[in-house]
Nanobody, 120 residues
Framework: QVQLVESGGGLVQSGGSLRLSCETS????????IAWFRQAPGKEREFVAA????????YYPDSVKGRFTISRDDAKNTVYLQMSSLKPEDTAVYYC?????????????WGQGTQVTVSS
């Protein structure tokens, strides 16, 4: 059974940091790119970061570039999203997803999400 389980969300003040984790199981993790997306209330889902299977490439939109860092620990089948200099507009439910394609445009599997709330 494929599982992607996010954790690490919570409430943080503006300017603070959080590290999200995406623990995976049930598929050959080494072959897959992993991405983070987020969705705020009333808004469309937004791409946040992606890392390819070998960790040789990472991708970020301008909205988080320089503040968020994605990484993977292959020994733990886990991907992390380190978020710094958080802003109230980063408030959303954050999801991780897996796909064979580096750009993770249409993920095969999704996690259940973890809430991040940034207070001003």
């Amino acid at each position: 059974q494929v599982q992607l389980v996010e954790s690490g969300g919570g409430l943080v003040q503006s300017g603070g940091s959080l590290r999200l984790s995406c623990e995976t199981s049930g598929f050959t993790y080494d072959y897959y790119a992993i991405a983070w997306f987020r969705q705020a209330p009333g808004k469309e889902r937004e791409f946040v970061a992606a890392i390819n299977w070998s960790a040789s490439r990472t991708y970020y939109p301008d909205s988080v570039k320089g503040r968020f860092t994605i990484s993977r620990d292959d020994a733990k089948n886990t991907v992390y999203l380190q978020m710094s200099s958080l802003k109230p507009e980063d408030t959303a439910v954050y999801y991780c997803a897996a796909d064979l394609s580096d750009d993770v445009v249409d993920p095969l599997w999704w996690g259940q999400g973890t809430q991040v709330t940034v207070s001003s």
